[in-house]
């Protein structure tokens, strides 16, 4: 059995195909994304370094940073221990948030309210040319 293989017989899928992937910068720990990936993204992940989601709104496949430049590099990918989530440890370039912030949880409750923990580190205009 190849390598590829054997993660994607590693992964429980949902249903719907789909495993949560979460996204990690490698070196400084810091969480970046969810998103959700397909056994075809996985394999092109894993086959090309670069990392590949499965959007479900557009029902195709997502390689993160084609649209913005904003890319994920795979450092490694780790399965937790049920198989049903994927670590991914990358090196982001940029904003990983298509809101441009660089993680996409820049909102904390503190207090019982709402509050921006981040400033976006670039617009969404500037990201995607619109």
Known sequence: MNGIQQVLDAVRFNADGL???????????????????????????????????YSRSRR???????????????????IDCDGDTVLLL?????????TGHRSCFYT?????????NAPPLVSPAELYGK
Do not use: F
């Open 60 to 78: 195709q496949l997502w390689r993160k940073g084609e649209s913005s430049g904003q890319e994920q590099t795979l450092i490694e990918m780790r």
């Open 19 to 53: 495993v949560p992937a979460i996204a990690q910068q490698h070196d400084s720990g810091e969480v970046l994304m969810m998103a959700w990936m397909n056994a075809q993204s996985l394999s092109e992940t894993l086959n090309s370094g670069r990392v590949c989601y």
């Open 108 to 116: 904390s409750v503190r207090d019982g309210t709402l509050s921006e």
């Open 90 to 98: 990358v090196d982001q370039k940029g904003a990983a948030c298509h």
